[in-house]
């Protein structure tokens, strides 16, 4: 099933977008109790494949860095944080931290100690170290120490 962005609402029914026939079952399904098997480690013989849930929120590229805040980036953190409470085999790495204070300071203590608990048991790993992600804009090294400092 393919989504498309169209006019800041994810829609799956914009033609223009779409890459399956409706009326045709999706070429994959999902387990019915949504729950995969993540505990077995590399098998002989078959491909390995990390999947690594992660942000790469933009902070001011396309809309105002408050736009992104409040239409992409907020119920994110709501989101991850209580997912991975509710489980322990869930991981999550945040990677702009300009964001991530803004969600901290509108948090009560209790969401920012569930918070505390999932870094602490390595759910949240926070990476970069920089206010947002740098990418193939910084053309050197110097560029991507610079941002982080």
Not at 6 to 32: C, I, M
Not at 89 to 110: C, L
């Amino acid at each position: 099933w393919q989504w498309a962005w169209n006019e800041r609402k994810l829609t799956q029914n914009n033609p223009k977008y779409w890459r399956h026939d409706p009326s045709k079952e999706p070429p994959y399904r999902p387990p019915k109790d949504w729950v995969y098997n993540t505990s077995s480690g590399p098998m002989e013989g078959k491909i390995n494949v990390h999947l690594v849930p992660h942000t790469h929120d933009d902070t001011g590229w396309q809309v105002t860095v408050d736009q992104y805040f409040f239409t992409n980036v907020y119920y994110i953190l709501d989101n991850v944080v209580r997912r991975l409470h509710e489980d322990p085999n869930r991981r999550f790495m945040y990677v702009e931290t300009g964001f991530f204070k803004r969600w901290w300071d509108q948090q009560p203590e209790s969401i920012k100690n569930m918070t505390r608990r999932v870094v602490q048991g390595g759910q949240l790993e926070f990476i970069n170290g920089g206010w947002c992600m740098h990418d193939e804009a910084s053309p050197y090294y110097v560029e991507m120490v610079d941002q982080t400092t």
